[in-house]
């Protein structure tokens, strides 16, 4: 059959020759990747070989939208299965000799049914994935040449080898047509054709293959379908530190450069994300500063990083001793040449971001923009100084006084005011021995927020109204407490959050608690998995979990419904806090304290768990103005508001004030709607105890 199909012994040639440009781009953009900064990716070997099985091979995150899902593991899978057939037809049937050799020739057959399976199933997915890019057109979704291109080809690749293989069974016949069940419907009508028209048919289709093999091949390193390839390599060398743990910053290295300014900056598993990003819009749809309409776009920005790359390459010659006739002599100073800022991301873009982490939680093959982000203010904030002018009070408020309201530690015990029972504090109980705080069940981590913010006052009295109630031993920081320095970290200044660290680090090691449990999921990431980059290891518990903890112990019990010293609301939404969820996987734990309350039906919104919606306070927004597109807050509680509840609950001080300030916003539209903590809907439910005084906490009084 090969002897009717002109020059075929040249296509092995053109098949070594287009591998070749495929080696040679590759080359190019390796030549980037080797002047990058180092990056660990050896530890936990089994984690990291799970994690691409799980992520590239499987593709689990496609299938959260179980169409788009579906559409590119078939033409993921189908197209790795029928690059056998090019393989054979380049090599004049060796595959088929060496599939065909053992069980007697079953194995072939069944690779041949199982190929003609997912012609059809490669097909129907660039059918359905042009149809969604052409007449569909979702938003997250760019309709690029490069993708159209690209699905063409896929198309082309598998439209050739389909037809070449239905005119060689119609001229020829085979004794495992039948196997070959997508080919042989074609075949069949064929068959009535001349031998001439037959030979000349599949020598077209033959060489049409090769042809379009061939330039995929070449075209791949050029294509954002490069992440074909990228993929298994990025999830593998994904991040496995926790993920609310920001890189560490050298601020003594003398030579440093502070923060990212150009992709010289950069790791080169950051330069892998950028080569990797298949341009889904996944994380773009998940933004909520996007959805809100900001400039902020963690698509765009990661696919600038991938254009910077490649910009930096082409300026420089692949073969070393041909010099530049302008522009950067080497590849090194190439990557330092554009910032990042203001071409891959615009500058108010980098202080959009609420750091919630959507986008990494979004990004199929693991994308990691938050870092990135975080990193481009460090060094606006620490080298140039550019960050945005309300900052400056609260950086300035968190370096002097030690907490972002500028309010002086004497003041931070002034929310026990007034409660019937004594807030033991640590120096106090350690006038009875020095191991007195270590021998406690828990150390109450306060936060700035519950200190300072009037309407988190009451969260405070409400959790220790209930570690009361349950009678468990444990003391508070009062003025030894600063802010665990989340805030002045995520704005960029790492300077102001070690101080911050090393100071709280120096006190708890001090008083070495048993456990620290907080009501606020930032202190909660920040004492739980940053501190110890500075050497702070302790146990730290959400207030959420905790109290889910007590319930479950029979320490605390809820009042039933009809009595009257419980106010509980009847209907409830928990609003996930990015830092709790997200971050840190504690989801279960304050839906537990929810369910505790007799009564209490719980309506979850769309968005919630893990892929739960920012209030907009993270990343040091808290402290920024909102003044572009719709608020954060504004469209968290507009879907709040969907579900009909009459509490919003959340466990996070500042999802708490954003909430607050969203449902007051909203006026009669919140029809009384409140926002509550979960210690304070547990408080107010709790059964009275006649040996324990309990205040009387009304729900959401602020
Ligand atoms: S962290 Fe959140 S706000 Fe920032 S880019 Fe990602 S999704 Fe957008
Ligand atoms: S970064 Fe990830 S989620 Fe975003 S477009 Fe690229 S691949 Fe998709």
């Given at each position: 059959?090969?002897?009717?199909?002109?020059?075929?012994?040249?296509?092995?040639?053109?098949?070594?020759?287009?591998?070749?440009?495929?080696?040679?781009?590759?080359?190019?953009?390796?030549?980037?990747?080797?002047?990058?900064?180092?990056?660990?990716?050896?530890?936990?070997?089994?984690?990291?070989?799970?994690?691409?099985?799980?992520?590239?091979?499987?593709?689990v995150r496609m299938f959260r939208d179980p169409t788009a899902g579906l559409m590119h593991a078939a033409i993921f899978w189908?197209?790795?299965?029928?690059?056998?057939?090019?393989?054979?037809?380049?090599?004049?049937?060796?595959?088929?000799?060496?599939?065909?050799?053992?069980?007697?020739?079953?194995?072939?057959?069944?690779?041949?049914?199982?190929?003609?399976?997912?012609?059809?199933?490669?097909?129907?997915?660039?059918?359905?994935?042009?149809?969604?890019?052409?007449?569909?057109?979702?938003?997250?979704?760019?309709?690029?040449?490069?993708?159209?291109?690209?699905?063409?080809?896929?198309?082309?690749?598998?439209?050739?080898?389909?037809?070449?293989?239905?005119?060689?069974?119609?001229?020829?016949?085979?004794?495992?047509?039948?196997?070959?069940?997508?080919?042989?419907?074609?075949?069949?009508?064929?068959?009535?054709?001349?031998?001439?028209?037959?030979?000349?048919?599949?020598?077209?289709?033959?060489?049409?293959?090769?042809?379009?093999?061939?330039?995929?091949?070449?075209?791949?390193?050029?294509?954002?379908?490069?992440?074909?390839?990228?993929?298994?390599?990025?999830?593998?060398?994904?991040?496995?530190?926790?993920?609310?743990?920001?890189?560490?910053?050298?601020?003594?290295?003398?030579?440093?450069?502070?923060?990212?300014?150009?992709?010289?900056?950069?790791?080169?598993?950051?330069?892998?994300?950028?080569?990797?990003?298949?341009?889904?819009?996944?994380?773009?749809?998940?933004?909520?500063?996007?959805?809100?309409?900001?400039?902020?776009?963690?698509?765009?920005?990661?696919?600038?990083?991938?254009?910077?790359?490649?910009?930096?390459?082409?300026?420089?010659?692949?073969?070393?001793?041909?010099?530049?006739?302008?522009?950067?002599?080497?590849?090194?100073?190439?990557?330092?040449?554009?910032?990042?800022?203001?071409?891959?991301?615009?500058?108010?873009?980098?202080?959009?971001?609420?750091?919630?982490?959507?986008?990494?939680?979004?990004?199929?093959?693991?994308?990691?923009?938050?870092?990135?982000?975080?990193?481009?203010?460090?060094?606006?904030?620490?080298?140039?100084?550019?960050?945005?002018?309300?900052?400056?009070?609260?950086?300035?408020?968190?370096?002097?006084?030690?907490?972002?309201?500028?309010?002086?530690?004497?003041?931070?015990?002034?929310?026990?005011?007034?409660?019937?029972?004594?807030?033991?504090?640590?120096?106090?109980?350690?006038?009875?021995?020095?191991?007195?705080?270590?021998?406690?069940?828990?150390?109450?981590?306060?936060?700035?927020?519950?200190?300072?913010?009037?309407?988190?006052?009451?969260?405070?009295?409400?959790?220790?109204?209930?570690l009361h109630a349950a009678g468990v031993q444990y003391a508070v920081l009062g003025q030894e407490e600063s802010c665990t320095?989340?805030?002045?970290?995520?704005?960029?200044?790492?300077?102001?959050?070690?101080?911050?660290?090393?100071?709280?680090?120096?006190?708890?090691?001090?008083?070495?608690?048993?456990?620290?449990?907080?009501?606020?999921?930032?202190?909660?990431?920040?004492?739980?998995?940053?501190?110890?980059?500075?050497?702070?290891?302790?146990?730290?518990?959400?207030?959420?979990?905790?109290?889910?903890?007590?319930?479950?112990?029979?320490?605390?019990?809820?009042?039933?419904?009809?009595?009257?010293?419980?106010?509980?609301?009847?209907?409830?939404?928990?609003?996930?806090?990015?830092?709790?969820?997200?971050?840190?996987?504690?989801?279960?734990?304050?839906?537990?304290?929810?369910?505790?309350?007799?009564?209490?039906?719980?309506?979850?919104?769309?968005?919630?768990?893990?892929?739960?919606?920012?209030?907009?306070?993270?990343?040091?927004?808290?402290?920024?103005?909102?003044?572009?597109?719709?608020?954060?807050?504004?469209?968290?509680?507009?879907?709040?508001?969907?579900?009909?509840?009459?509490?919003?609950?959340?466990?996070?001080?500042?999802?708490?004030?954003?909430?607050?300030?969203?449902?007051?916003?909203?006026?009669?539209?919140?029809?009384?709607?409140?926002?509550?903590?979960?210690?304070?809907?547990?408080?107010?439910?709790?059964?009275?105890?006649?040996?324990?005084?309990?205040?009387?906490?009304?729900?959401?009084?602020?």
């Open positions: 059959m090969l002897d009717e199909v002109p020059l075929y012994p040249l296509a092995p040639l053109v098949f070594l020759a287009a591998a070749g440009l495929f080696l040679l781009q590759m080359a190019r953009h390796l030549r980037v990747f080797a002047v990058a900064r180092p990056a660990v990716v050896t530890d936990q070997p089994d984690t990291r070989l799970g994690s691409m099985v799980r992520f590239a091979l499987v593709q189908g197209f790795v299965i029928l690059t056998i057939g090019t393989l054979d037809r380049v090599t004049f049937g060796a595959v088929h000799t060496v599939v065909a050799w053992p069980l007697d020739g079953w194995l072939w057959r069944l690779l041949l049914l199982v190929s003609n399976v997912m012609v059809v199933a490669v097909l129907a997915g660039v059918g359905i994935a042009l149809f969604r890019r052409v007449i569909v057109r979702p938003r997250r979704l760019t309709l690029s040449r490069d993708g159209l291109r690209i699905l063409l080809l896929i198309g082309g690749v598998v439209a050739t080898e389909l037809l070449a293989e239905a005119f060689r069974l119609a001229r020829h016949g085979d004794a495992d047509a039948a196997w070959a069940w997508a080919a042989n419907a074609i075949a069949v009508p064929l068959a009535s054709l001349s031998p001439d028209v037959l030979a000349a048919g599949y020598a077209v289709f033959f060489w049409a293959n090769i042809a379009v093999v061939c330039f995929f091949l070449a075209y791949l390193p050029r294509s954002k379908h490069l992440h074909i390839a990228t993929a298994f390599l990025n999830t593998a060398f994904r991040k496995l530190t926790p993920r609310g743990r920001l890189p560490m910053m050298d601020l003594e290295a003398a030579t440093a450069r502070f923060g990212v300014k150009t992709i010289a900056d950069l790791s080169w598993k950051d330069l892998l994300d950028g080569f990797t990003c298949t341009e889904c819009g996944r994380c773009q749809d998940a933004c909520p500063a996007w959805a809100t309409g900001k400039p902020l776009n963690p698509k765009t920005m990661i696919m600038g990083l991938r254009e910077l790359s490649v910009e930096a390459e082409a300026g420089v010659p692949l073969i070393p001793w041909i010099k530049p006739a302008a522009g950067p002599a080497n590849l090194a100073a190439a990557v330092a040449q554009t910032p990042i800022v203001g071409s891959a991301i615009p500058e108010d873009a980098v202080w959009d971001c609420v750091t919630c982490g959507a986008c990494v939680e979004a990004c199929p093959v693991l994308i990691e923009h938050v870092d990135k982000i975080v990193g481009l203010r460090r060094n606006l904030v620490l080298e140039e100084a550019r960050f945005p002018a309300e900052l400056t009070g609260a950086m300035n408020a968190m370096e002097r006084h030690g907490n972002p309201w500028g309010q002086p530690a004497s003041a931070r015990l002034g929310w026990t005011r007034g409660l019937p029972f004594t807030v033991p504090v640590a120096a106090d109980v350690a006038d009875a021995g020095p191991d007195a705080v270590a021998g406690l069940e828990v150390l109450y981590w306060v936060g700035c927020a519950a200190a300072f913010d009037d309407r988190n006052k009451k969260v405070a009295r409400a959790f220790v109204t209930c320095g989340d805030p002045a970290r995520r704005m960029g200044n790492e300077y102001v959050f070690q101080m911050l660290a090393q100071g709280n680090i120096a006190t708890l090691d001090r008083y070495r608690p048993k456990t620290i449990v907080t009501a606020c999921p930032h202190c909660f990431n920040t004492l739980g998995n940053e501190y110890g980059q500075l050497g702070g290891h302790y146990e730290v518990v959400h207030h959420s979990a905790f109290l889910s903890r007590l319930v479950e112990e029979g320490r605390l019990r809820s009042a039933d419904p009809g009595d009257p010293a419980s106010v509980a609301p009847r209907t409830l939404t928990y609003h996930d806090s990015c830092y709790l969820a997200r971050y840190n996987d504690v989801i279960a734990q304050p839906r537990a304290v929810l369910g505790a309350v007799p009564g209490v039906e719980l309506r979850e919104m769309d968005k919630h768990g893990r892929s739960g919606f920012c209030c907009g306070a993270g990343g040091g927004r808290m402290w920024m103005e909102e003044t572009r597109g719709t608020r954060i807050n504004a469209e968290r509680t507009r879907q709040a508001l969907e579900t009909g509840a009459e509490t919003v609950a959340t466990a996070c001080p500042f999802c708490l004030v954003m909430l607050k300030d969203g449902l007051a916003d909203a006026g009669d539209r919140a029809g009384g709607v409140q926002a509550q903590d979960v210690a304070e809907i547990l408080a107010a439910s709790l059964a009275a105890r006649p040996e324990r005084q309990l205040p009387v906490i009304q729900p959401g009084a602020s």
